[in-house]
């Protein structure tokens, strides 16, 4: 696999050039001159890669990014050797890159995980580089070792930078077919003489879209060559559990552990429950992706010995700890970032991540979020296509879970403009444990200088403290309050318009006006997911007038459900709002979507900006 053509960490999301988070279509800062890639395959699986690249430097913003390049190698599995390295100046001259100039390293983000220090990155730091230049570079990677015996996959998706030439050969043994998937490429008659053939993409630059927000991954519509020997996700899953079936097996000391955490429990769902809690709380998660760090996991007993491991490595662990208490369990393969598709070509392409299913519960479960209670997932695993590897099925993880955020808020406004607050928010299900978890990482800085801060985006001086909740909870339930006073709320006396706001802090303002980011949309995006509840309480003092009070709104369509209702009296204006949205059975919206939501959120945003008017004598 290339890790600078795709990104398949455990965890992270699918990126494929650093130029696409951009969001601002072609970068043209540099310039793909020549780019060719050659995989010469065996017969079992292993390969030699040799790339050869030709870029040229048109920005001053692109000589720090490509005064170096790194190529990242797992040194039990993979050989690297860099060819040849140079600079081309305009005038023609050539300043080569000198020995002293490559450095071997340990690949940083595993410093401190002995099991993991078989990974490298061998860097090439190129001298005098300045707008003009031409880089080039030439390496050769050779993987000893198949990723699965007798199978070979690839992954290239489409460049965001402008592009002369990209060209990708396969030389294969000639009964090992190959599959493939060409969005943006365009391919030669393959050639067979001598048992091998020899196949041939070409890379057809056009304009490339400007990447909408929250748009799903590029990976789900975009260019790309996905080739594979793999005949379909049943072959690739078994694949996948074949290489790691026996590392999940368990020993006396699992056994021990196991027995520990399930003591006095009867029901599997609950001792799968408390495996879970305890592997997600203990084991260290150290990302690791799954190409350069092979697919085979570490043994479930010194994943528990060293209290650490990836993705892989947690599924192990799980399943062997199951296993231990009586419960059936399989690795799962799946995307933790935006995409939503499989390719037609069976390949681990945008498979980026491994987690666990118990097929007697029907149940998922991700050991590597430390901040998702039992029974929930991250949401960057729903509504997403699985391989069950085990048995090679292909499933599919919830699309939603139940989660819902409920505030209260009060405000005491005096003759002057001045106010005491009160908020107190809880967020039940899902979004409980995240919440927890973050405040539990709040420093006592973060938490004195929180109300000020939150006061401050408001245009308001003032100050106040926070009242944490249970930070060593389980329950999926949490409630923090703020409480504070503020010198200039508004400006009294005299008639004032007061923005009706239902909420002081990450209400559902914040989410409701992200849905105006994009006016008109050309790519499927995730759907907005959202329960929130909402009530404001503002007290005036005795000689206040409440003038006028915005009319109710009452909304249900197939996206949204919003209610905001108003009430005055005894000089209190009292603000209900409710906020559910999401799109059934399903996570991606599409353009269609989109256009169907805008008159909706029209009527949310023309709410959320309203003002009451109150007179003050």
Request: proline share 5%; charged share 20%; net charge neutral.
């Given at each position: 696999?290339?890790?600078?053509?795709?990104?398949?960490?455990?965890?992270?999301?699918?990126?494929?050039?650093?130029?696409?988070?951009?969001?601002?279509?072609?970068?043209k800062?540099?310039?793909?001159?020549?780019?060719?890639q050659?995989?010469?395959?065996?017969?079992?699986?292993?390969h030699?890669?040799?790339v050869?690249?030709?870029?040229?430097?048109?920005?001053?913003?692109?000589?720090?990014?490509?005064?170096?390049?790194?190529?990242?190698?797992?040194?039990?599995?993979?050989?690297?050797?860099?060819?040849?390295?140079?600079?081309?100046?305009?005038?023609?001259?050539?300043v080569?890159?000198?020995?002293?100039?490559?450095?071997?390293?340990?690949?940083?983000?595993?410093?401190?995980?002995?099991?993991?220090?078989?990974?490298?990155?061998?860097?090439?730091?190129?001298?005098?580089?300045?707008?003009?230049?031409?880089?080039?570079?030439?390496?050769?990677?050779?993987?000893?070792?198949?990723?699965?015996?007798?199978?070979f996959?690839?992954?290239?998706?489409?460049?965001?930078?402008?592009?002369?030439?990209l060209?990708?050969?396969?030389d294969?043994?000639a009964?090992?077919?190959?599959?493939?998937?060409a969005?943006?490429?365009?391919?030669?008659?393959?050639?067979?003489?001598?048992?091998?053939?020899?196949?041939?993409?070409?890379?057809?630059?056009?304009?490339?879209?400007?990447?909408?927000t929250s748009?799903?991954?590029y990976?789900?519509?975009?260019?790309?060559?996905?080739?594979?020997?793999?005949?379909?996700?049943?072959?690739?899953?078994?694949?996948?559990?074949?290489?790691?079936?026996?590392?999940?097996?368990?020993n006396?000391?699992?056994?021990?552990k196991t027995?520990?955490?399930?003591?006095?429990?009867?029901?599997?769902?609950?001792?799968?429950?408390?495996?879970?809690?305890?592997?997600?709380?203990?084991?260290?998660?150290?990302?690791?992706?799954i190409?350069?760090?092979?697919?085979?996991?570490?043994?479930?007993?010194?994943?528990?010995?060293?209290?650490?491991?990836?993705?892989?490595?947690?599924?192990?662990?799980?399943?062997?700890?199951?296993?231990?208490?009586?419960?059936?369990?399989?690795?799962?393969?799946?995307?933790?970032?935006?995409?939503?598709?499989?390719?037609?070509?069976?390949?681990?392409?945008?498979?980026?991540?491994?987690?666990?299913?118990?097929?007697?519960?029907?149940?998922?479960?991700?050991?590597?979020?430390?901040?998702?209670?039992?029974?929930?997932?991250?949401?960057?695993?729903?509504?997403?296509p699985?391989?069950?590897?085990?048995?090679g099925?292909?499933?599919?993880?919830?699309?939603?879970?139940?989660?819902?955020?409920?505030?209260?808020?009060?405000?005491?406004?005096?003759?002057?403009?001045?106010?005491q607050?009160?908020?107190?928010?809880?967020?039940?299900?899902?979004?409980?444990?995240?919440?927890?978890?973050?405040?539990?990482?709040?420093?006592?800085?973060?938490?004195?200088?929180?109300?000020?801060?939150?006061?401050?985006?408001?245009?308001?001086t003032?100050?106040?403290?926070?009242?944490?909740?249970?930070?060593?909870?389980?329950?999926?339930?949490?409630?923090?309050?703020?409480?504070g006073?503020?010198?200039?709320?508004?400006?009294?006396?005299?008639?004032?318009?007061?923005?009706?706001?239902?909420?002081?802090?990450?209400?559902?303002?914040?989410?409701?006006?992200?849905?105006?980011?994009?006016?008109?949309?050309?790519?499927?995006?995730?759907?907005?997911?959202?329960?929130?509840?909402?009530?404001?309480?503002?007290?005036?003092?005795?000689?206040?007038?409440?003038?006028?009070?915005?009319?109710?709104?009452?909304?249900?369509?197939?996206?949204?459900?919003?209610?905001?209702?108003y009430?005055?009296?005894?000089?209190q204006?009292?603000?209900?709002?409710?906020?559910?949205?999401?799109?059934?059975?399903?996570?991606?919206?599409?353009?269609?979507?989109?256009?169907?939501?805008?008159?909706?959120i029209?009527?949310?945003?023309?709410?959320l900006?309203?003002?009451?008017?109150?007179?003050?004598?």
């Open positions: 696999m290339k890790k600078y053509l795709i990104t398949v960490f455990c965890i992270f999301t699918f990126a494929a050039t650093a130029v696409i988070a951009k969001d601002n279509g072609t970068d800062s540099v310039t793909i001159l020549k780019e060719i050659s995989f010469v395959v065996n017969k079992d699986g292993s030699t890669e040799t050869e690249s030709f870029i040229q430097i048109n920005e001053e913003r692109a000589v720090a990014s490509e005064s170096q390049r790194q190529w990242h190698f797992n040194q039990s599995l993979e050989t690297l050797e860099l060819l040849e390295a140079y600079i081309e100046k305009p005038d023609g001259r050539k080569q890159v000198k020995p002293e100039q490559i450095k071997l390293q340990q690949e940083p983000a595993y410093s401190g995980a002995p099991m993991f220090q078989d990974m490298q990155v061998k860097v090439a730091i190129y001298p005098e580089v300045a707008v003009g230049d031409k880089i080039y570079s030439r390496h050769s990677k050779t993987r000893k070792t198949a990723m699965f015996p007798g199978q996959s690839d992954y290239t998706p489409g460049r965001y930078v402008p592009v002369k030439q060209t990708i050969n396969y294969m043994p009964d090992m077919p190959l599959l493939s998937q969005d943006g490429f365009v391919a030669t008659p393959p050639v067979t003489q001598n048992g091998r053939t020899v196949y041939r993409w070409d890379y057809q630059p056009s304009d490339n879209p400007r990447i909408e748009s799903v991954s990976a789900d519509f975009g260019k790309q060559l996905v080739v594979s020997t793999f005949t379909d996700y049943a072959s690739l899953g078994k694949a996948y559990y074949q290489t790691a079936a026996q590392t999940g097996k368990p006396a000391k699992i056994k021990a027995a520990e955490i399930t003591q006095g429990l009867s029901n599997p769902r609950d001792k799968a429950y408390a495996i879970y809690d305890w592997v997600r709380k203990n084991i260290r998660y150290v990302a690791v992706y190409g350069n760090g092979g697919l085979i996991p570490h043994n479930a007993d010194e994943i528990l010995d060293n209290l650490y491991g990836d993705c892989k490595d947690h599924t192990s662990l799980m399943e062997a700890m199951l296993a231990a208490v009586g419960i059936d369990s399989t690795p799962v393969l799946i995307n933790s970032g935006d995409s939503f598709k499989l390719s037609p070509v069976a390949s681990l392409g945008q498979l980026n991540h491994a987690i666990t299913y118990i097929p007697s519960l029907n149940l998922y479960l991700d050991s590597t979020a430390a901040n998702i209670n039992h029974g929930f997932l991250p949401a960057s695993v729903w509504g997403k699985t391989i069950l590897t085990k048995t099925e292909i499933g599919k993880t919830p699309s939603k879970e139940f989660f819902k955020t409920s505030s209260n808020y009060k405000v005491n406004i005096s003759t002057e403009g001045a106010a607050f009160e908020f107190a928010r809880k967020d039940t299900g899902q979004l409980a444990e995240p919440t927890r978890y973050e405040q539990s990482n709040w420093r006592i800085n973060d938490q004195e200088l929180a109300v000020e801060n939150i006061l401050k985006g408001y245009g308001m003032g100050s106040g403290t926070v009242q944490l909740g249970d930070l060593k909870g389980s329950e999926d339930q949490y409630e923090f309050k703020l409480k006073k503020v010198d200039n709320w508004t400006y009294l006396p005299g008639t004032v318009g007061i923005a009706a706001n239902s909420s002081l802090y990450a209400g559902m303002a914040n989410s409701i006006y992200g849905l105006t980011s994009e006016v008109e949309r050309t790519q499927d995006f995730i759907c907005p997911e959202n329960n929130i509840v909402e009530e404001a309480v503002y007290q005036f003092p005795a000689q206040a007038k409440i003038l006028y009070i915005p009319k109710d709104v009452d909304v249900h369509t197939a996206f949204f459900e919003y209610q905001a209702k009430t005055h009296d005894n000089k204006v009292i603000i209900k709002r409710t906020y559910k949205s999401g799109k059934e059975g399903s996570r991606v919206c599409t353009p269609k979507d989109h256009q169907a939501m805008q008159a909706t029209k009527k949310m945003v023309q709410d900006r309203s003002q009451f008017i109150v007179q003050v004598q």
